[in-house]
């Protein structure tokens, strides 16, 4: 059973930080690239970034290039996402997702920026 369990979520003042957690397992979590993604209330799903299967391949939506930091640790099946001088408009809730083709999903985490 595939498992991808988002964690690190919460309120953060504009300007703030929070650093994602994705506890994977139950498939080859080397093999497959992965994303993060996250979506509004009431608006689509907004892809933010991807990273290559060994790491070394990073890639950033233009908003939050040169804030956002994804990085993955093969050893320990985890992704995480560092988000830096956070605004109000990421205010989202964040899906770590598996592969290109987004083939599974986590339950989401929370982000609210806000003062």
């Not at 990073?58 to 050893?75: E, P, Q």
């Not at 408009?89 to 929370?110: H, R």
Request: charged share 15%; net charge negative; glycine share 12%.
């Amino acid at each position: 059973q595939v498992l991808l369990v988002e964690s690190g979520g919460g309120l953060v003042q504009p300007g703030g930080s929070l650093r994602l957690s994705c506890a994977a397992s139950g498939f080859s979590f080397s093999s497959y690239a992965m994303n993060w993604v996250r979506q509004v209330p009431g608006k689509g799903l907004e892809w933010i970034s991807d990273v290559g299967s060994d790491g070394e391949n990073t890639y950033y939506a233009d908003h939050v290039k040169g804030r956002f930091t994804i990085s993955r640790d093969n050893t320990k099946n985890t992704l995480s996402l560092q988000m830096d001088s956070l605004k109000p408009e990421d205010t989202a809730v964040y899906y770590c997702v598996a592969g290109f083709e987004w083939d599974w999903w986590g339950q989401g985490t929370q982000v609210t920026v806000s003062s």
